[in-house]
């Protein structure tokens, strides 16, 4: 590497962290309002899901811009491979979660 590039990367490393310290606010945020529109609200069910889930898509969105960096990638193409692989993820975690409450006795 040659000295610029190492001086920009020291330069990106000094500082207060910000942009996590933002993204860690703004997810407990959300967490708290699912919680209290969950808990709080006497809303129907189907309402409370809708809201619930939207403010999930939210913060994955949150945490993958803030903490995953996801626009700091050189090659695109590795960014979609791991946006990809995190929502096989999360699908298998939920619908196996769902699969195995939906057959506890």
């Known amino acids: 590497m040659s000295e610029n590039q190492n001086q920009v990367m020291k330069q ?8 996590q310290v933002i993204g860690l606010v703004l997810s407990l945020a959300l967490t708290f309002l699912a919680l209290w529109i969950a808990v709080g609200l006497s809303l129907p069910v189907h309402v409370t899901l809708t809201i619930i889930v ?12 803030m903490f995953m960096h996801v626009t700091e990638g050189t090659e695109p193409v ?28």
Do not use: D, R, S
């Open 12 to 19: 990106e490393h000094a500082g207060f962290p910000w942009k």
């Open 78 to 105: 590795h960014q979609v491979i791991g946006i990809l692989f995190g929502i096989y993820v999360a699908f298998a975690v939920v619908a196996g979660t769902i699969w195995i409450l939906a057959y506890t006795i």
């Open 54 to 65: 939207g403010l999930a898509i939210f913060q994955a969105f949150i945490q993958l811009f």
